[in-house]
């Protein structure tokens, strides 16, 4: 694999690996458990989201 160009540490850099797992494994369900890991909240309510919102 080439440089990128992308240097970060610390949280910076845990986030863009969540970001870029989050690309490479989209929709087999392995972000719940980063999310989970890191005691980070669901955020299912984004733009383009199809998730219903009941409270309303």
Do not use: A
């Not at 990128?4 to 494994?25: H, K, P």
């Amino acid at each position: 694999m080439g440089y990128s160009g992308f240097v970060s540490t610390g949280s910076d850099l845990v986030d863009e690996i969540c970001f870029q797992r989050g690309i490479e494994l989209w929709g087999e369900g392995v972000s719940w458990f980063d999310l989970k890991r890191s005691k980070l909240p669901l955020n299912s309510t984004g733009e383009g989201s199809n998730h219903i919102d009941f409270g309303s």
